[in-house]
């Protein structure tokens, strides 16, 4: 399996119709879930807890045998294949270090492919990308959760694989460690080229660390696109939900336009009759208005770099995000303006 057999035009992994169920009668934990992998291509699979997230990167990774479909690598179908076979890095939340090394030693155990004398070297090297360099002659027990978390992922990472399977590789790390640890990850393995795949209940995470995007529901990937598309034109109310704030609205559409409580809307996409549509609160502003038929502002949540509102018109609630100098009281009366299109959501699926 190395690098160089991949031209760009084949997928480095291809997933066909897989399903796993735990228990007889029950329902399947994953529904023919199909996607493939570009070389270097970074995949967050998105959904909430219980989805089957964890369950199809155990598939992947060769730790649960599914009870259909097939996965394919560099085109080999390796169903059937054991873990330590398919030469893919892996990195659990529970995933162990040995407590009785050193990270250094937890991580020179995984560079049998660097000739000896170089492996302390590059070893420091990948303690020093996760910030632990200083801690190199410490063992496992010595660190804290988060810190051992960053010890597995330079551990994984020292191997060098061409893909790297991640599971809430981030969860216990504080808010501000979390964002610089994943923007120097992906920097990482986009100029490594690895290939890698992501599990994660938490979108913003999905929508900063991944080229695609797959949301997950009961088993199934319902959408997987670039996290713009997802946001944008979410394919089902669920992932328009999913994935932020969102005012679901009912109207009549006639081309490009749709008649709505919200007044006339232009959308996404050309349609008529009746259309569901989703509109982010960001793509709303708000004006004081006189008029009291306009919208009441009925509550509000301060968020540092904006306003988050909740407005009521005629018995309907929307939620509208205004930058912090837009104020408005709760009790106030706001127009309702919409700045963008609205997504039309297939009208089986919302
Ligand atoms: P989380 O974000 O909470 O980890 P997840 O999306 O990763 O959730 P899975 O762990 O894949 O979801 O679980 C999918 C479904 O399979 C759930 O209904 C779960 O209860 C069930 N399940 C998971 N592991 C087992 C198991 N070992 N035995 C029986 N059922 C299981």
Known sequence: LSHKSTSGINPLMRVEGLCKRYQ??????????????????ILALLGPSGCGKTTTLRMLAGFEHPESGRIFLH??????????????????????????????????????????????????????????????????????????????????LAAEPELVLLDEPFSNLDAALRESTRKEMRALFKKAGTSVILVTHDQAEAMTFADKVGVMQQGKLIQL????????????????????????????????QAQTPLGAINLSSSVEGEVHLSLRPEDLTLSASDDPAAARVVDREFRGHDYLYVLEQDGLQYCAITPSHNYFEIGSHVAIQSLRQASVLPSSNH
Request: charged share 15%.
């Open 75 to 156: 085109g080999q179908d390796v169903t059937e294949l054991p873990p330590q076979k398919r030469h893919i890095g892996i990195v659990f939340q529970d995933y162990a270090l040995f407590p009785h090394m050193s990270l250094l030693r937890n991580v020179t155990f995984a560079m049998r492919h660097v000739p000896t004398h170089q492996q302390e070297q590059k070893a420091m090297e990948w303690l020093e990308l996760v910030g632990l360099a200083a801690y190199a002659k410490r063992h496992p027990h010595e660190l804290s959760g988060g810190q051992q978390q960053r010890v597995a992922l330079a551990r994984t």
């Open 225 to 256: 696109d670039t996290p713009q598309q997802v946001y944008q034109h979410p394919a089902t109310a669920f992932v328009a939900k999913f994935l932020g704030h969102t005012n679901l609205l009912q109207g009549l559409a006639q081309g490009n």
């Open 24 to 41: 007889q009668g029950e329902a399947l934990a994953v529904n023919q879930v199909s996607f493939t992998l570009q070389p270097g291509e």
